[in-house]
């Protein structure tokens, strides 16, 4: 009996085994401990890729290039502490993007507000890491089930 490994390259590419259940999310602009508590939080809760990302023009120009399933954005970016809300709006005006599920990091309900006003679905802060509040948005972006 002869085994044939060129069959087992075939699963990833029927979609089949993790890679094809993992969701992409991208990162934008925390600071190191920070993006690691984020990190954290979604590996241990979700199938999930994790893309880290500095700045908005970074961003803008990755999410043209290849699909993600939501967009974490920091209230100010940590490289230039510009306001993560130029990210929401610049991904709203532009329409392959726009679909594109993005929600602000950040402890302040007002800032909340405003993100959602200008289309991001309502994020969560860094203290509510773990949270099944924080954990229920995430899947609802990501749509998945608990």
Same mark, same amino acid.
């Given at each position: 009996?002869?085994?044939?490994? /060129?069959?087992?390259?075939?699963?990833? %590419?029927?979609?089949?085994?993790?890679?094809?259940?993992?969701?992409?999310?991208?990162? +934008?602009?925390?600071? $190191?401990?920070? /993006? $690691?508590?984020?990190? #954290?939080? #979604?590996?241990? $809760?979700? !199938?999930?890729?994790?893309?880290?990302?500095?700045?908005?023009?970074? =961003?803008?120009? !990755?999410?043209?290039?290849?699909? +993600?399933?939501? *967009?974490?954005?920091?209230?100010?970016?940590?490289?230039?502490? @510009?306001?993560? @809300?130029? #990210?929401? %709006?610049?991904?709203?005006?532009?329409?392959? #993007?726009? /679909?594109?599920?993005?929600?602000?990091?950040? $402890?302040?309900?007002?800032?909340?507000?405003? =993100? *959602?006003?200008?289309?991001?679905?309502?994020?969560?802060?860094?203290? %509510?890491?773990?949270?099944?509040? =924080?954990?229920?948005? *995430?899947? %609802?972006?990501?749509?998945?089930?608990?």
């Amino acid at each position: 009996m002869r085994f044939d490994l /060129h069959f087992f390259r075939l699963i990833p %590419e029927m979609g089949i085994g993790d890679t094809a259940m993992k969701k992409k999310i991208m990162s +934008v602009g925390q600071c $190191n401990p920070d /993006h $690691n508590s984020i990190r #954290l939080f #979604l590996e241990k $809760n979700f !199938e999930c890729e994790i893309l880290r990302i500095d700045s908005t023009d970074e =961003a803008i120009a !990755e999410l043209r290039k290849q699909p +993600v399933d939501l *967009v974490l954005v920091n209230r100010k970016l940590d490289i230039d502490y @510009t306001d993560g @809300t130029i #990210l929401i %709006e610049k991904m709203k005006q532009e329409e392959k #993007l726009s /679909h594109i599920p993005i929600m602000l990091v950040s $402890n302040y309900p007002e800032y909340q507000e405003e =993100a *959602v006003s200008l289309g991001a679905q309502y994020g969560f802060g860094k203290n %509510e890491l773990g949270t099944p509040q =924080a954990i229920t948005r *995430v899947q %609802e972006a990501l749509k998945v089930k608990a």
